[in-house]
């Protein structure tokens, strides 16, 4: 993520609820999602979690991307 994008994040995150529970929810899958990387095998099980976490990852990455850009419209 863009530097001026996590400066927006934390600039706005006290003042919208959304972004600041779509904010944590991204730090949460990131950290999960490490703690999968560092293993050396998965299960098809955890392999199917790993992926499913990546999807709501990307989707969560998505929703924060357009409160950004229309926090970017407002200023």
């Not at 927006?8 to 944590?24: C, T, V």
């Not at 730090?27 to 098809?44: D, G, I, M, T, W």
């Not at 099980?45 to 991307?65: P, S, V, W």
Request: aromatic residues 6%.
């Amino acid at each position: 993520m863009e530097k001026r994008d996590l400066d927006l994040i934390a600039r706005w995150q006290g003042d919208d609820p959304e972004l600041k529970r779509l904010w944590q929810e991204h730090l949460e899958f990131e950290e999960q999602l490490e703690a999968f990387q560092k293993r050396v095998y998965l299960s098809p099980a955890e392999d199917m979690e790993r992926k499913t976490l990546q999807k709501k990852k990307l989707k969560g990455r998505d929703q924060i991307e357009r409160i950004l850009v229309r926090l970017r419209e407002t200023q």
